[in-house]
């Protein structure tokens, strides 16, 4: 596979992340044949977005009967509005009883013919093929992604537009992944893009762009011979030109534009720079409608009811054994979902001490509890590489905290995020991705501590290498063995760990692998295991 086809961009990354697929452990156990297929999945299926979307329903204010009912009505009424066809179906989680799945507007390209199951509780149908229409749009890679994930194209994420371009025509959609499309660019390479799905434009390249990009414009249209530079726009439809109003609700003329740019006039380019001389073109400016996966939209769908979490997640919590009465340790805390999780499992009695370092982050988190109802949720901004407190005391309550403080502890620590999808495109290094492993074990090393004799310490990640993952279960058996033991915990909707870094068979068997390239296993790449701390006399 070559890079530029790669996910991974640098060449010694995408050379990493192969190894450590097909390192010989798993080579030897699976052939050579199988492996290869399952990293050509890897790489194919990175690039697409699950195909059923994971819903946990707030048990502290609703049930799930009561959310599916209001899901189907709500998912119904948005999908009439915008002629969406096949409406999305909602079932319950098989095996969680606090997890919903809503199903695509449309389906997986990758899924097997006839249809399989995942471990989601989501069902696949054969896939449709979408082809590009005539028209297209460019938009950039964050803007990409979202897109994948069930959004519509905004104004701010758009480089390039089709000259024919209007409201109402069919556009298809192109990212540009490598910085190749300059914007307003008027005749994009589109080869060089990849190809997103299609959508009905709402706008024009002149709403888009404004007159910096116009072509072919008279300078005379509705009356305009000499208009004077930077005149202050006038609410309404009319602006004023040298001296006398002159009417602009052509959109030849003007159209409010997202941010700073320019207007030709009279075959001249006139730079706009102040706030007063234009409007910002705000919300949305292509709605998808095609797309080889279309998640549906659930931007303020049902807020402090659902929280919006990928399958795996929905188990961390869970497997942490928390009771009513517990004090509980979340240590990378924000965004909260797994924190709001906890107060549900505790019915809202005991404590929870969700903790991040990002100020911004805990303060959406913050947010989020209070739409939840989780009353009993402390929340403190710091890091958890020094939440142990030398001294054996605790401050206020707060962080850091003496050893033994805690009944069990969540630790889903910063990792290097291979198993997210979609992802377009990674650009990270070697070094980056293995920065993360003396974080990892400095945090869990406090987490040994901080929980009590015969607490559970819950270990997460949300990638697919083998040292963040496997890796740390060897490592942490290895130099703190003598204080904690792997269990086996159920439910169980993961597979076996990798084979690779020295794991018995049975040591394998009890954590718990995401591996989206298996077509049983469509979520993203994520990875559990769940340690007990000894009981010492």
């Not at 079932?91 to 695509?104: G, K, R």
Request: aromatic share 6%.
């Amino acid at each position: 596979m070559d890079v530029d086809d790669n996910v991974f961009t640098v060449r010694e990354t995408a050379e990493y992340v192969k190894n450590f697929i097909m390192n010989p452990d798993r080579l030897e156990l699976l052939g050579s044949e199988s492996l290869t297929r399952h990293y050509r999945a890897t790489m194919d299926r990175l690039r697409e977005t699950p195909s059923v979307t994971t819903l946990r329903v707030n048990t502290l204010r609703t049930d799930r009967e009561r959310v599916m009912a209001l899901l189907r009505c709500e998912l119904r009424s948005r999908c009439s509005r915008r002629r969406d066809d096949p409406f999305p179906t909602v079932t319950a989680h098989p095996t969680l009883d606090d997890v919903v799945n809503v199903s695509p507007l449309t389906r997986c390209s990758w899924d097997p013919p006839g249809g399989t199951r995942d471990p989601s509780g989501g069902t696949h149908d054969p896939p449709q093929p979408t082809h590009p229409a005539v028209g297209f749009v460019v938009v950039d890679r964050r803007c990409a992604t979202a897109v994948l994930r069930g959004a519509d194209v905004f104004y701010p994420g758009i480089l390039s537009v089709c000259r024919s371009v209007t409201p109402g025509a069919q556009v298809a959609v192109y990212a540009d992944l490598h910085g190749r499309c300059r914007r307003g660019a008027t005749r994009p390479d589109l080869a060089q893009l990849r190809f997103l799905g299609n959508g009905e434009s709402l706008c024009s390249r002149v709403d888009v762009f404004g007159g910096k990009y116009l072509w072919g414009v008279s300078p005379s249209h509705k009356g305009v011979n000499n208009p004077t530079v930077n005149v202050p726009y006038q609410e309404g439809t009319d602006r004023q030109i040298n001296g006398s109003h002159q009417e602009f609700t052509d959109p030849q003329i003007y159209r409010p534009h997202q941010g700073v740019t320019d207007r030709q006039f009279n075959g001249s380019h006139q730079e706009v720079t102040d706030p007063q001389y234009y409007r910002p073109h705000q919300g949305v400016a292509v709605e998808i409608t095609g797309l080889p996966i279309k998640p549906p939209s659930l931007d303020g769908l049902l807020p402090g009811l659902i929280f919006p979490q990928n399958a795996p997640s929905t188990l961390v919590a869970r497997l942490a054994a928390a009771r009513p009465g517990n004090t509980v340790l979340d240590m990378c805390a924000a965004p909260g979902g797994k924190s709001c999780h906890l107060a549900a499992l505790l019915e809202n009695r005991g404590r929870v001490v969700a903790v991040d370092r990002s100020r911004a982050r805990l303060d959406k988190m913050v947010r989020n509890l209070e739409t939840a109802g989780a009353t009993c949720v402390d929340t403190f901004c710091y890091d958890s590489k020094r939440l142990l407190s030398e001294s054996g005391e605790s401050s206020d309550g707060g962080p850091p905290f003496p050893s033994n403080s805690f009944d069990c502890v969540l630790l889903d620590p910063p990792c290097s995020g291979l198993g997210q999808r979609p992802q377009l495109v990674n650009n990270l290094t070697v070094k980056q991705i293995d920065s993360h492993v003396p974080v990892q074990h400095r945090m869990f090393q406090n987490a040994v501590a901080l929980v009590r004799g015969g607490g559970r310490i819950v270990y997460s990640t949300c990638t697919i290498t083998l040292v963040e993952n496997e890796g740390l279960v060897r490592w942490a058996l290895e130099t703190m063995g003598s204080l904690v033991e792997l269990v086996d915990c159920e439910p169980k909707l993961g597979g076996p760990g990798w084979p690779g870094v020295g794991l018995s068979t049975a040591q394998l068997e009890m954590v718990q692998r995401f591996d989206f390239a298996d077509p049983l296993c469509d979520t993203i790449g994520f990875f559990i295991a769940v340690f007990r701390k000894k009981v010492t006399s």
